[in-house]
């Protein structure tokens, strides 16, 4: 017996030591605080974090922050900006895991803002950043950035960063090959166009249902189908008929066939693109930010890019996205700080040097009136902007449901469609 | 044949236990002050932490980890109404069982080679330890490379052979929930056979030479000897590592995290990994409420393991 009860301690400690390096750091606070005592005006620090939109080092966003914090620093030498950068894959848990554990940075630039706004965390656009730089931005994505905050009152706490819309690009080199003369208009096009080049040894369709993206392939799909994640109410419709027979159609049409890459439900994005950027695969769906991949891969400039292929016909409004800024207001010291560096970081040069170097569009009015004479490849992205089709971000349940989706909706084309639909379904209905 | 406690016990008399009364209340106070820190130490390092634990399940928070009050069981409602919850926990279940038992057995063959002298046997012992002293994250994503279809050093190796096309999909090894989850516990196997080797082999050297003498002398074969003699004095290094590997397992995280996310949906995720997952997803007291019910199995399989083994012994 005494060794029985001997072995079964040392299993106690010995589980309660795993389980303990498996938890999280606890409460440690504010790394960042940096506040001498004495000086005049007293030096902060403010941290930022933000994802990269680069596929290699030398494009890395990094770089491009690294340069705006530099510049702004050298004009506020009492304020220094701690970046920190993450994957697009890791971000959402990046931040969630810092706002747990009570170290939210001072400024996030991502996803989804509604459902921090509604916790009372994050500062209203019009108190941080100044009333010319919440003038210039595209006043319909701005609109985007509106939520109810945690004292119920409607108003905009997301600040644009950068907008891009969705679009069909193919490999022409491939399509040549396999005979094909025109680009896909409808599903059965995509299908037929596949199997045509599979035939050469490719694969033909590039869907990436894994967890970096899924909700924006996701959208693409079923809002080709007439359907989406709302329905014209605006009610929470994930499960409707409509999306249930796109994901039907997907599994049978391109999965089952082997028309896609294996596993959709695995696959993320970045790894497709650049697959697609060495010719690999025949047709996916990318934003202007897959360009400058393409320039680096072997594929050169035998691709195009048209309106995203329906069920019946071209989507005639495109997906939007846009990406939000939110400012955290847990450090109330870092305020005045953190307001100079976003209204230093939105200007028109940055703007403008983002969206040449990613190929994405701008969030302000002087960088979109710019960009439109002085990269006229970008204007007809930056003229669709106002009838494109957005997440439901301003919900506060999109950030929840938005990573359900990535968690499982790869499964809708492996299993009963319904039944992922459903379960998604469930957590944006808070149900 | 003497066992590890009797050679262990001193043959000098114990000196005699002081009477009561004579010093009163401090003295009795005494050995706390050498006890004590460790008392200390297991109130603050092993109880403080099961009672946070256990009090953060029943609390409600919110998706940011704001405390918004009592919630009673509700937690623990929610936990046993996940839909892949009941898949996930046979997928423990045969994660533990396979990935030990298969250990355990490795190591034996394991052990019983490096104990052997042969040339370079310091060399070939210093390897073995190679899987245990690497990051099991990093052998997790090497692994992960290996396994890439198409190009994956694994895949080229089968396709060497002529087992797979490595560019079909069967060579997506980890795209599958099945094969993905074999590999897993292939790699899992792979860095638990180190420390369970080296726990058999400091079994297999406390075996006294004269066992085997007397063994042979009786002119019992090898297998029987190995199987009448050596199995039964490795039963206590054998227990120790076996407790030891169900813990450690059962609460692996990297490999699967690695390796597959746990997915395609949750279907390669264990209990460890799928915590993870509600909490990530926001749900911190489903969280914290299925690491109650981890840590009641883990408990709770300990402990049936060593009544079994006990019963065993007491058997012979």
């Known amino acids: ?431 | 044949m003497t066992t590890h406690a009797e050679r262990g016990r001193s043959t000098r008399p114990r000196p005699r236990p002081r009477r009561r009364g004579s010093r009163p209340v401090l003295s009795g106070l005494a050995p706390l002050a050498w006890i004590g820190p460790a008392i200390a130490l297991i109130a603050f390092a092993v109880l403080w932490p099961v009672v946070k634990m256990a009090q953060s399940s029943t609390r409600h928070w919110s998706r940011y980890g704001v405390d918004l009050g009592s919630n009673g069981t509700d937690n623990y409602s929610k936990l046993f109404g996940e839909q892949d919850l009941s898949g996930v926990l046979m997928r423990t279940g045969i994660w533990v069982v396979v990935v030990v038992s298969v250990t355990m057995v490795v190591s034996l063959g394991v052990a019983q080679l490096f104990n052997q002298r042969f040339p370079g046997r310091t060399v070939a012992r210093w390897a073995l330890i190679a899987p245990w002293a690497a990051s099991v994250m990093m052998t997790a994503i090497i692994f992960k490379y290996m396994l890439y279809q198409g190009y994956g050093f694994i895949n080229i190796l089968l396709d060497d052979v002529g087992l797979v096309d490595r560019g079909s999909p069967t060579a997506d090894w980890l795209g599958h929930s099945t094969s993905g989850f074999i590999w897993e516990m292939a790699v899992a196997v792979f860095v638990s056979i180190p420390f369970t080797s080296y726990t058999v082999i400091a079994g297999l050297q406390t075996v006294p030479a004269e066992v085997y003498e007397a063994a042979k002398m009786d002119g019992a074969s090898k297998v029987r000897t190995y199987f009448s003699v050596t199995l039964p004095m490795l039963r206590p290094s054998l227990l120790v590592a076996a407790v030891i590997n169900v813990m450690n397992v059962f609460n692996s995280f990297p490999i699967i995290w690695e390796m597959t996310r746990g997915g395609p949906g949750y279907d390669t995720s264990t209990t460890t990994v799928f915590m993870w997952v509600l909490k990530k997803g926001g749900h911190i007291g489903e969280s914290a409420a299925l690491s109650v019910v981890n840590f009641l199995l883990v408990i709770v399989i300990v402990f049936a393991f060593l009544k079994v083994s006990k019963w065993n012994s007491e058997a012979d």
Not at chain 1, 107 to 127: H, I, M
Not at chain 1, 134 to 161: C, M, R, S, W
Not at chain 1, 189 to 214: H, M, N, Q, R, Y
Not at chain 1, 389 to 406: R, V
């Open chain 1, 1 to 431: 017996m005494k060794r029985l009860a001997t072995l079964a301690a040392t299993g106690l400690v010995a589980s309660l030591a795993l389980s303990a390096c498996s938890s999280s750091k606890s409460s440690a606070g504010g790394s960042s605080t940096g506040g001498n005592s004495g000086d005049s005006a007293k030096p902060v620090t403010i941290s930022l974090l933000a994802p990269s939109y680069g596929s290699s080092d030398k494009d890395d966003t990094k770089l491009y922050w690294q340069q705006i914090i530099n510049d702004f620093q050298a004009k506020n030498p009492n304020i220094k900006v701690d970046l920190q950068m993450a994957t697009w894959d890791n971000l959402a848990t990046k931040l969630t895991t810092a706002i747990q554990n009570n170290d939210a940075p001072d400024l996030f630039e991502g996803g989804g803002y509604a459902d921090v706004a509604a916790q009372g965390l994050l500062y209203k656009a019009s108190d941080i950043v100044s009333a010319d730089t919440l003038k210039n931005l595209i006043p319909h994505v701005a609109e985007l950035g509106q939520t109810k905050g945690a004292d119920g009152q409607q108003a905009q706490y997301g600040i644009p960063f950068t907008t891009s819309t969705r679009a069909f690009f193919y490999n022409t080199d491939l399509f040549k090959q396999a005979g094909i003369t025109d680009a896909p208009k409808t599903w059965a096009d995509v299908a037929a166009d596949a199997a045509k080049i599979k035939a050469l040894g490719k694969t033909g369709f590039g869907l990436p249902l894994g967890s970096e993206e899924a909700q924006a392939e996701t959208y693409l799909w079923t809002l080709g189908n007439g359907g989406g994640y709302k329905d014209a109410s605006g009610k929470w419709a994930i499960n409707s008929p409509q999306n249930v027979e796109t994901f039907q159609w997907l599994t049978a049409n391109l999965v089952k066939p082997g028309l896609t890459e294996s596993d959709p439900a695995t696959k993320k994005r970045t790894d497709l693109w650049k697959d697609f950027a060495s010719g690999n695969i025949g047709m996916i769906n990318g934003s202007p930010a897959l360009i400058p991949i393409l320039k680096q891969g072997t594929i050169g400039d035998n691709w195009k890019s048209v309106a995203i292929p329906g069920k019946t016909g071209p989507l005639s409004s495109p997906l939007g996205v846009a990406d939000f800024i939110e400012a955290f207001n847990t450090k109330k010291d870092h305020k005045a700080a953190v307001s100079k560096f976003l209204d230093f970081a939105l200007q028109k040069q940055y703007q403008e040097q983002f969206d040449n170097e990613y190929m994405l569009l701008p969030a302000t009015q002087d960088a979109a009136t710019e960009l439109s004479t002085q990269t006229p490849s970008l204007k007809p992205f930056i003229d669709a902007l106002p009838s494109a089709a957005w997440y439901p971000s301003s919900d506060p349940q999109w950030d929840p449901t938005s990573q359900k989706i990535k968690d499982i909706v790869g499964k809708a084309v492996s299993s009963d469609p319904k039944g992922v639909l459903d379960q998604i379904q469930a957590v944006a209905t808070g149900s």
